[in-house]
Protein backbone atom coordinates (compact mmCIF):
# COMPACT_ATOMS: atom_id res chain seq x y z
CA UNK A 1 0.00 0.00 0.00
CA UNK A 2 1.39 3.27 -0.95
CA UNK A 3 2.00 5.18 2.38
CA UNK A 4 -0.22 8.15 1.43
CA UNK A 5 -3.03 5.68 1.63
CA UNK A 6 -1.93 4.93 5.26
CA UNK A 7 -4.33 5.91 7.88
CA UNK A 8 -7.59 5.53 5.54
CA UNK A 9 -10.15 3.67 7.24
CA UNK A 10 -11.77 1.70 4.06
CA UNK A 11 -14.55 -0.70 6.34
CA UNK A 12 -15.93 2.12 7.68
CA UNK A 13 -16.22 4.73 4.40
CA UNK A 14 -18.04 0.87 3.43
CA UNK A 15 -20.48 0.89 5.84
CA UNK A 16 -20.97 4.69 5.52
CA UNK A 17 -22.37 4.83 1.68
CA UNK A 18 -24.32 1.59 2.40
CA UNK A 19 -26.30 3.56 4.95
CA UNK A 20 -26.55 6.31 2.69
CA UNK A 21 -27.74 3.59 -0.07
CA UNK A 22 -30.29 2.77 2.43
CA UNK A 23 -30.92 6.33 3.39
CA UNK A 24 -31.78 7.16 -0.37
CA UNK A 25 -34.07 4.40 -0.49
CA UNK A 26 -31.86 1.91 -2.32
CA UNK A 27 -31.11 -2.14 -2.29
CA UNK A 28 -27.56 -2.09 -1.49
CA UNK A 29 -27.56 -5.84 -2.03
CA UNK A 30 -29.15 -5.64 -5.62
CA UNK A 31 -26.87 -6.81 -7.75
CA UNK A 32 -26.05 -3.42 -9.13
CA UNK A 33 -24.71 -1.94 -5.87
CA UNK A 34 -23.56 -4.61 -4.05
CA UNK A 35 -19.72 -3.43 -4.74
CA UNK A 36 -20.84 -0.26 -4.92
CA UNK A 37 -19.73 0.29 -1.03
CA UNK A 38 -16.19 -0.96 -1.47
CA UNK A 39 -15.82 1.15 -4.97
CA UNK A 40 -16.91 4.89 -3.64
CA UNK A 41 -14.35 3.87 -0.30
CA UNK A 42 -11.59 3.07 -2.92
CA UNK A 43 -12.28 6.48 -4.87
CA UNK A 44 -12.80 8.37 -1.58
CA UNK A 45 -9.66 6.81 -0.20
CA UNK A 46 -7.53 8.49 -3.99
CA UNK A 47 -9.64 11.52 -4.04
CA UNK A 48 -8.70 12.09 -0.37
CA UNK A 49 -5.14 11.17 -0.34
CA UNK A 50 -3.59 14.56 -0.03
CA UNK A 51 -4.72 14.65 3.32
CA UNK A 52 -2.23 12.28 4.56
CA UNK A 53 0.46 14.05 2.21
CA UNK A 54 3.34 16.31 3.15
CA UNK A 55 3.90 19.39 1.39
CA UNK A 56 7.60 19.92 2.42
CA UNK A 57 8.32 16.21 0.96
CA UNK A 58 6.89 17.38 -2.68
CA UNK A 59 9.35 20.54 -2.50
CA UNK A 60 12.13 18.82 -0.58
CA UNK A 61 14.15 18.82 -3.86
CA UNK A 62 15.61 22.35 -5.29
CA UNK A 63 17.92 22.73 -8.34
CA UNK A 64 20.57 25.47 -7.88
CA UNK A 65 20.32 27.39 -11.30
CA UNK A 66 20.71 31.24 -10.23
CA UNK A 67 17.58 31.62 -11.83
CA UNK A 68 15.71 35.36 -9.93
CA UNK A 69 13.48 35.61 -12.44
CA UNK A 70 9.96 34.37 -12.62
CA UNK A 71 8.70 30.68 -13.84
CA UNK A 72 4.78 29.96 -14.42
CA UNK A 73 3.48 26.86 -14.82
CA UNK A 74 -0.09 27.12 -16.55
CA UNK A 75 -3.18 25.52 -17.19
CA UNK A 76 -2.83 22.97 -14.22
CA UNK A 77 -5.80 20.65 -14.51
CA UNK A 78 -6.97 20.69 -10.98
CA UNK A 79 -9.72 18.24 -9.29
CA UNK A 80 -11.09 19.22 -5.78
CA UNK A 81 -14.09 18.13 -3.93
CA UNK A 82 -15.93 20.97 -1.98
CA UNK A 83 -16.00 20.25 1.75
CA UNK A 84 -20.04 21.50 2.12
CA UNK A 85 -21.57 19.09 -0.43
CA UNK A 86 -18.50 16.50 -1.24
CA UNK A 87 -19.34 17.18 -4.53
CA UNK A 88 -16.56 18.00 -7.30
CA UNK A 89 -14.98 21.12 -8.41
CA UNK A 90 -12.45 21.15 -10.99
CA UNK A 91 -10.75 23.78 -13.42
CA UNK A 92 -7.22 24.96 -13.59
CA UNK A 93 -4.92 26.20 -11.52
CA UNK A 94 -2.00 28.56 -12.72
CA UNK A 95 1.35 28.85 -10.54
CA UNK A 96 3.80 31.32 -10.56
CA UNK A 97 6.80 32.03 -7.78
CA UNK A 98 10.44 33.91 -7.94
CA UNK A 99 12.86 32.57 -6.60
CA UNK A 100 14.94 33.58 -3.55
CA UNK A 101 18.30 35.53 -3.54
CA UNK A 102 20.03 32.10 -3.83
CA UNK A 103 18.41 31.28 -7.21
CA UNK A 104 16.69 28.10 -6.21
CA UNK A 105 14.07 26.14 -8.32
CA UNK A 106 12.08 23.65 -8.04
CA UNK A 107 11.40 20.77 -10.41
CA UNK A 108 8.29 21.92 -12.66
CA UNK A 109 6.34 19.29 -11.88
CA UNK A 110 6.47 19.59 -8.23
CA UNK A 111 4.50 22.86 -9.07
CA UNK A 112 1.42 20.41 -10.01
CA UNK A 113 2.33 17.73 -7.58
CA UNK A 114 1.43 20.20 -4.88
CA UNK A 115 -1.93 21.53 -6.40
CA UNK A 116 -2.92 18.15 -6.27
CA UNK A 117 -1.44 17.49 -2.47
CA UNK A 118 -3.63 20.28 -1.44
CA UNK A 119 -6.95 19.48 -3.99
CA UNK A 120 -7.31 15.89 -2.87
CA UNK A 121 -8.74 17.01 0.51
CA UNK A 122 -12.47 18.16 1.41
CA UNK A 123 -11.69 22.12 0.45
CA UNK A 124 -12.86 25.12 -0.23
CA UNK A 125 -11.64 27.15 -3.57
CA UNK A 126 -10.15 29.66 -1.44
CA UNK A 127 -8.21 27.87 1.12
CA UNK A 128 -6.76 25.69 -1.88
CA UNK A 129 -5.70 28.79 -3.21
CA UNK A 130 -4.05 29.91 -0.43
CA UNK A 131 -2.41 27.00 1.07
CA UNK A 132 -0.52 26.01 -2.47
CA UNK A 133 0.64 30.46 -2.25
CA UNK A 134 1.88 29.36 0.87
CA UNK A 135 3.59 26.51 0.96
CA UNK A 136 5.59 27.20 -1.84
CA UNK A 137 6.64 30.73 -0.28
CA UNK A 138 7.58 29.17 3.24
CA UNK A 139 9.23 25.76 1.84
CA UNK A 140 10.73 27.16 -1.11
CA UNK A 141 11.95 30.39 0.60
CA UNK A 142 10.98 32.56 -2.65
CA UNK A 143 11.00 36.00 -3.31
CA UNK A 144 7.22 35.19 -4.26
CA UNK A 145 4.41 33.58 -4.60
CA UNK A 146 1.33 33.72 -6.89
CA UNK A 147 -1.29 30.91 -7.62
CA UNK A 148 -4.83 31.73 -9.97
CA UNK A 149 -7.89 28.43 -9.96
CA UNK A 150 -10.23 29.00 -12.24
CA UNK A 151 -13.29 26.24 -11.92
CA UNK A 152 -16.56 25.22 -11.91
CA UNK A 153 -18.23 23.48 -8.86
CA UNK A 154 -20.87 20.97 -9.60
CA UNK A 155 -22.67 22.09 -6.20
CA UNK A 156 -23.55 24.76 -8.06
CA UNK A 157 -24.28 22.99 -11.72
CA UNK A 158 -26.02 20.05 -10.79
CA UNK A 159 -27.81 20.86 -7.84
CA UNK A 160 -29.02 23.82 -5.86
CA UNK A 161 -28.94 26.86 -7.72
CA UNK A 162 -28.02 25.12 -11.05
CA UNK A 163 -25.78 27.55 -12.70
CA UNK A 164 -23.63 25.01 -14.92
CA UNK A 165 -21.13 27.00 -16.76
CA UNK A 166 -20.71 29.45 -13.92
CA UNK A 167 -16.69 29.32 -12.90
CA UNK A 168 -14.99 31.17 -9.96
CA UNK A 169 -11.58 32.26 -10.08
CA UNK A 170 -9.45 33.12 -7.34
CA UNK A 171 -5.88 34.31 -6.41
CA UNK A 172 -3.56 34.38 -3.62
CA UNK A 173 -0.33 36.61 -4.03
CA UNK A 174 2.53 36.48 -1.96
CA UNK A 175 5.51 38.47 -1.22
CA UNK A 176 6.58 40.68 -4.16
CA UNK A 177 3.60 39.86 -6.00
CA UNK A 178 1.74 41.65 -3.32
CA UNK A 179 4.21 45.02 -2.88
CA UNK A 180 4.87 45.22 -6.76
CA UNK A 181 1.86 46.20 -9.08
CA UNK A 182 4.06 45.64 -12.18
CA UNK A 183 5.64 42.35 -11.23
CA UNK A 184 2.18 40.74 -10.16
CA UNK A 185 0.42 42.41 -13.66
CA UNK A 186 3.81 40.30 -15.69
CA UNK A 187 2.33 37.32 -14.67
CA UNK A 188 -1.24 37.80 -14.36
CA UNK A 189 -0.50 38.68 -18.23
CA UNK A 190 1.33 35.56 -18.77
CA UNK A 191 -1.98 33.62 -17.40
CA UNK A 192 -3.97 35.48 -20.02
CA UNK A 193 -1.93 35.43 -23.03
CA UNK A 194 -2.64 31.66 -22.68
N1 LIG B 1 -16.66 30.50 -0.84
C1 LIG B 1 -16.87 29.25 -1.30
N2 LIG B 1 -18.13 28.76 -1.26
C2 LIG B 1 -18.31 27.51 -1.74
C3 LIG B 1 -17.28 26.71 -2.24
N3 LIG B 1 -17.82 25.52 -2.62
C4 LIG B 1 -19.13 25.59 -2.36
N4 LIG B 1 -19.44 26.79 -1.82
C5 LIG B 1 -20.70 27.38 -1.35
O1 LIG B 1 -20.98 26.98 -0.06
C6 LIG B 1 -22.28 27.44 0.22
C7 LIG B 1 -22.95 26.56 1.24
O2 LIG B 1 -24.12 27.24 1.55
P1 LIG B 1 -25.30 26.66 2.46
O3 LIG B 1 -26.42 27.67 2.42
O4 LIG B 1 -24.75 26.24 3.77
O5 LIG B 1 -25.67 25.31 1.68
P2 LIG B 1 -26.83 25.04 0.60
O6 LIG B 1 -28.17 25.26 1.24
O7 LIG B 1 -26.59 23.69 0.03
O8 LIG B 1 -26.56 26.19 -0.46
P3 LIG B 1 -26.92 26.24 -2.03
O9 LIG B 1 -25.73 25.67 -2.76
O10 LIG B 1 -27.11 27.69 -2.33
O11 LIG B 1 -28.15 25.42 -2.24
C8 LIG B 1 -22.97 27.51 -1.12
O12 LIG B 1 -23.22 28.87 -1.39
C9 LIG B 1 -21.92 26.98 -2.09
O13 LIG B 1 -21.99 27.58 -3.36
C10 LIG B 1 -15.97 27.27 -2.27
O14 LIG B 1 -15.00 26.66 -2.68
N5 LIG B 1 -15.82 28.53 -1.79
ZN1 LIG C 1 -20.33 22.71 -2.55
Known amino acids: MAPEWSGFDAPRAEAAVRELLLAIGEDPDREGLRDTPARVARSYQELFAGLRSDPSLVLERVFDENHEELVLVRDIPMFSMCEHHLLPFHGVAHVAYIPGPQGHVTGLSKLARLVDLY ?20 KLDTRGA ?36 STRAEALNLIRSG
Open 119 to 138: ARRPQVQERLTSQIADALDH
Open 146 to 181: LVVIDAEHQCMSARGVRKPGARTTTSAVRGIFKTSA
